[in-house]
């Protein structure tokens, strides 16, 4: 149910997979999770990233940086770390606070974070009207094929 799925995910599409296929599944697609589906959207959203490449410019590089703070600096507490540090994960669920932090704000874990997403999405997304075409489309559809099915 964890991070493991991101793993599976990533060596097809490292190797040219074009398609993630069962997010959402437990037990080799019986059963459907919402709380699951959350959790394996955030691993496809890392796994699009790792994809899309690592920029390597001057600002990524951070010569000056390395320049200024040298072998034996400490690199995590310079401003240029600080600037950039967010733009390699942005995860909604996994939790990186320490466990301190974690704890007094209740230790839940990922799935638990990710069914109450899931509870919220359900309970509140208004999805936009499709445009009145397309409902006309696919009330043509339906109708043609319930005709043609012997359905009227």
């Known amino acids: ?42 691993f496809i ?11 390597v410019n001057e600002e990524t590089i951070a010569l000056d940086a390395l320049k200024a703070i040298g072998s034996q600096g400490d ?22 606070r320490n466990r301190g932090k974690w704890e007094k704000d209740g230790a839940t874990d990922s799935y638990v974070r990710a069914s109450q997403k899931a509870r919220y999405i359900l309970e509140n997304h208004q999805p936009d009207p499709l445009p009145d075409h397309v409902i006309s489309r696919i009330r043509k559809i339906v109708t043609e094929t319930e005709r043609e099915m012997g359905i009227e």
């Open 1 to 42: 149910m964890g991070h493991e799925k991101t793993l599976t995910g990533l060596i097809p599409a490292l190797a040219g997979a074009d398609m993630i296929y069962g997010p959402g599944m437990l037990e080799s697609g019986i059963t459907f999770d919402f709380g699951q589906l959350v959790l394996d959207c955030e």
């Open 45 to 55: 959203r890392m796994i699009k990233f790792v994809l899309s490449g690592i920029r």
């Open 75 to 96: 690199f995590l507490a310079h401003p240029h770390t600080f600037q950039n540090m967010t733009k390699q994960s942005r995860s909604e669920l996994i939790d990186r």
